[in-house]
T-cell receptor, first 112, second 115 residues
Framework: GESVGLHLPTLSVQEGDNSIINCAYS??????FIWYKQESGKGPQFIID?????DKRQGQRVTVLLNKTVKHLSLQIAATQPGDSAVYFC???????????FGSGTKLNVKP | DADVTQTPRNRITKTGKRIMLECSQT?????MYWYRQDPGLGLRLIYY???????NKGEISDGYSVSRQAQAKFSLSLESAIPNQTALYFC??????????????FGPGTRLLVL
């Protein structure tokens, strides 16, 4: 079955530095990947997504990189701010979007 | 996201009791989902519905049932609650965007404790 997991459960960064959160997936048929942010006491919130026909996608201060060869996904946050402190999840889905499989999450701590 | 609401936000119940968690959305989405979240684990899909007449089991549907009363309402029931159903439950809705991508919008969650 599919497995989506994260290399590091907790990441601490200094305010202003760049953050990189990693995610591995095992299903080579996965076609669509999403990063979510979950703040304490709230539901996950969509950050950015990428289709398997792309290697990179950029948003506002965030970039997602997809390496299909090694089945690896990363989220880069530029100039990390205290408000970025949260748990970040990756999720994968197949082409039909029937189901999403979520990783266990990485907690990002931003130190002032 | 205020467009997806869940009630109750917190619930304590006893083993063997039947309880219902409710979800409502004002986004006009056809697709709705129920997930549970446990410490150290990712979200796991319980049930999902692509429209009012379509209900599908997720990866951990045992012990749960759902009802899609209307496009905007999707309820999750625990027929006979047990302690290992203690978890944080999330409802989500989704739409398919024009470029063939899907965004899920999550409710604030219901924290359930089964004693």
């Amino acid at each position: 079955g599919e497995s989506v997991g994260l290399h590091l459960p907790t990441l601490s960064v200094q305010e202003g530095d760049n953050s990189i959160i990693n995610c591995a997936y095992s299903n080579s048929a996965s076609d669509y990947f999403i990063w979510y942010k979950q703040e304490s006491g709230k539901g996950p919130q969509f950050i950015i997504d990428i289709r398997s026909n792309m290697d990179k996608r950029q948003g506002q201060r965030v970039t997602v990189l997809l390496n299909k060869t090694v089945k690896h996904l990363s989220l880069q946050i530029a100039a990390t701010q205290p408000g970025d402190s949260a748990v970040y999840f990756c999720a994968e889905s197949d082409f039909n979007f029937n189901k999403f499989y979520f990783g266990s999450g990485t907690k990002l701590n931003v130190k002032p | 996201d205020a467009d997806v609401t869940q009630t109750p936000r917190n619930r304590i119940t006893k083993t063997g009791k039947r309880i219902m968690l409710e979800c409502s959305q004002t986004k006009g989405h056809d697709r709705m989902y129920w997930y549970r979240q446990d410490p150290g684990l990712g979200l796991r899909l319980i049930y999902y519905s692509f429209d009012v007449k379509d209900i599908n089991k997720g990866e951990i549907s045992d012990g749960y049932s759902v009802s899609r009363q209307a496009q905007a309402k999707f309820s999750l029931s625990l027929e006979s609650a047990i302690p290992n159903q203690t978890a944080l439950y999330f409802c989500a809705t989704s739409d398919l965007r024009g470029e063939g991508q899907e965004t899920q919008y999550f409710g604030p969650g219901t924290r359930l404790l089964v004693l």
